[in-house]
């Protein structure tokens, strides 16, 4: 497979999931979103570490700032701190079964939810609010339903 | 690299070094916020275009009705707009009452867990700048925070980092009203123990500061509360506008009555000369 298609077909998923990331939800679910992009990055990188880097993560991590409007930056180094700990580590993670990965994958999550805060908080004068945690939850719920179907994708469009 | 990272993102968080770039930045996005934004926008108006002949019918009454009440109060409201500039002439003072303004959609889109900010579907390409006033029907809303060529962010009055000058209607107290960061509260810090202030009272724009306006509702009283020994009382209040359920706000060109006033100092024989 040419480098471009595999690019063209990474992209396309990144695209998607920064819609995803801000589609417009009712308030009540607004808590449960998964965080879609923490998800396909770490995807891509445990895959394909040799494609997606820590400079991809921070690209996206600065696009997601802008597209959120919070601090520029704080979601690119989140993103780029954990896409360098996958990359180092993709060997081992690979060979991790599915409700492993869940569980790292939470840990991950709960890691970075905890670094936005930190960082927001060491910024400006903010408040918690108690849902902010519970999307962990259905992104560890949804975890191994996208890690299937983005391996389907990856194996149908050879994506190498 | 991540030491790179760190170092050149606490410094531009920091010292702000961006904020010229924003503009670009977030044009670069925006038509990301575009495409989320459309099935939204398609849904609303299918939903718009479905409705009955009856239901038709029934709100383009309401709203000739509506139409009709406000008309007669515009009749009333040039008259005393008209005496009121006379009187202001007689007392020399200018004020004016009249402003530009615009019309501009919310895109309902997810923004930062931390703030209480709104995009809207306006941006420098229409004029918006930063720090401008932004109103629904009901009474302030926020002010822009960024500015984008086709979108903007409106950070609401109840943000944390907010704070907006007002003053009570009933008696002309003036407080600072920040926000809370909760969705229907309001702080009213450093006021007086003894202050006329009720709870049920209106709080409207002072225009001083000179980035609204004078004049719009922001607030209510919701609680005043005074503990023996304190040095200020505890006044919290919630805003008038539906912060949460506004789908069409207002932007408000407001021509600081301040820019071009002369605030040199006169001389006070200039005032106190004896009247011939």
Same mark, same amino acid.
Request: negative net charge; aromatic residues 14%; proline residues 5%.
């Given at each position: 497979m040419p480098l471009f298609n595999s690019y063209k077909i990474i992209y396309l998923s990144f695209l998607v999931c920064l819609v995803a990331a801000i589609f417009p939800l009712p308030i009540m679910f607004n808590a449960f979103r998964p965080d879609w992009m923490l998800l396909v990055l770490s995807y891509w990188v445990m895959a394909l570490p040799h494609r997606v880097n820590i400079g991809h993560a921070f690209i996206l991590g600065l696009l997601l700032d802008l597209l959120l409007g919070s601090i520029l930056g704080m979601h690119g180094l989140l993103f780029s701190l954990l896409a360098y700990f996958t990359s180092i580590n993709f060997q081992r993670f690979r060979n991790f079964t599915l409700v492993q990965t869940t569980l790292l994958l939470g840990v991950f999550i709960f890691l970075a939810k905890l670094g936005l805060y930190w960082i927001a908080s060491s910024m400006q004068e903010i408040t918690l609010h108690r849902?902010?945690?519970?999307?962990i939850f259905t992104s560890m719920l949804i975890w191994p339903w996208f890690f299937l179907f983005m391996r389907f994708i990856r194996v149908r469009y050879r994506v190498s | 690299m991540i030491a790179c990272c760190v170092g050149l993102l606490i410094a531009d968080n920091k010292y702000n070094l961006f904020s010229p770039a924003r503009v670009y930045l977030n044009s670069i996005v925006a038509p990301i916020q575009y495409i989320a934004d459309a099935p939204q926008k398609l849904f609303s108006s299918f939903s718009e275009n479905i409705m009955t002949r009856q239901a038709l019918v029934d709100r383009n009454q309401q709203l000739e009705k509506d139409n009709l009440h406000l008309k007669a109060d515009r009749l009333l409201l040039g008259q005393l707009q008209s005496e009121n500039k006379q009187l202001r002439e007689l007392l020399n003072s200018e004020k004016k009452f009249k402003y530009k303004r615009m019309i501009t959609e919310v895109m309902s889109l997810r923004s930062d867990p931390f703030t209480h900010q709104l995009l809207i579907d306006k941006g420098a390409l229409n004029g918006v700048y930063l720090g401008q006033p932004v109103i629904n029907e009901q009474g302030v809303v926020g002010q822009v925070s960024q500015v984008g060529s086709t979108t903007s962010r409106v950070v609401l009055?109840? @943000? %944390?980092?907010h704070g907006i000058p007002v003053r009570v209607?009933?008696?002309?107290v003036i407080a600072i009203v920040h926000g809370s960061?909760?969705?229907d509260q309001l702080k009213v810090p450093?006021?007086?123990?003894?202050?006329d202030i009720k709870e049920g009272d209106l709080l409207v724009t002072?225009?001083?500061?000179?980035r609204f306006p004078a004049g719009y509702p922001v607030a209510k009283i919701s609680r005043f509360e005074y503990q023996e020994g304190e040095l200020y009382a505890t006044v919290t209040a919630t805003p008038v506008a539906d912060l949460d359920r506004s789908r069409y706000l207002l932007l408000l060109w407001n021509?600081?009555?301040?820019? @071009? %006033?002369?605030?040199t100092l006169d001389t006070p024989e200039l005032f106190d000369a004896p009247v011939q």
């Open positions: 849902p902010y945690f519970w999307s | 009055i109840v @943000d %944390a980092t209607q009933r008696n002309d960061g909760a969705w450093f006021v007086q123990s003894n202050a002072s225009g001083l500061g000179g021509d600081d009555p301040l820019a @071009d %006033a002369d605030l």
